[in-house]
């Protein structure tokens, strides 16, 4: 499901995604190496078009990951041992985009949010096909909020 689907389906969520996605400007990728080891990568987000898009370097070894195998986990960045602002996972397949308008969406928001654009063609973009996420927040105890389309949103567990 692109961006913009989720926020219909899942606002509180996406939300949330939004706001950290907006603060932080990155995030964790999680993807498939050849080998079948997980690799975990700092990537930067940019909503536009009504996708998340992930740029990536040109033959980075993550997008090479997910080109062979497009599955992944966006996590959003965790600086604080006490983890005070909470953890969004979203998990789904990194779809590799060739578009012309929706790349150049991608740089226009790029170029807006850094005051720099990458050149074509030297850049992987890739916009997430979400299937699944949860969020999990501390504080008044450990809450777990999942969300998929089949069931919806809904509360997994709180421990106190």
């Keep these: 499901m692109r961006w913009d689907e989720f926020e219909q389906a899942c606002p509180e969520l996406a939300a949330e995604g939004r ?15 050849k080998d079948g ?8 987000v940019d909503l536009a078009a009504g996708q998340l898009f992930l740029g990536m370097m040109w033959r980075s070894m993550k997008a090479l990951d997910l080109r062979r195998d497009p ?7 965790q600086c604080d041992r006490e983890a005070a602002r909470g953890d969004l996972k979203l998990y789904g397949r990194g779809i590799e985009i ?8 991608f740089r226009e928001a790029i170029k807006a949010r850094i005051d720099w654009a990458p050149e074509e063609p030297r850049f992987h973009l890739f916009s997430l096909d979400i299937a699944w996420a949860s969020l999990v927040t501390f504080g008044d105890g450990q809450t777990i909020t999942v969300w998929d389309p089949e069931r919806g949103v809904r509360l997994a567990r709180r421990a106190h």
């Design 19 to 33: 706001r950290r996605f907006q603060q932080d400007q990155l995030v964790l990728v999680g993807t498939n190496r």
């Design 37 to 44: 080891w997980p690799r975990i990568s700092p990537c930067e």
């Design 71 to 77: 599955r992944m986990v966006v996590h959003t960045v």
């Design 98 to 105: 060739h578009d012309r308008d929706l790349r150049d969406a």
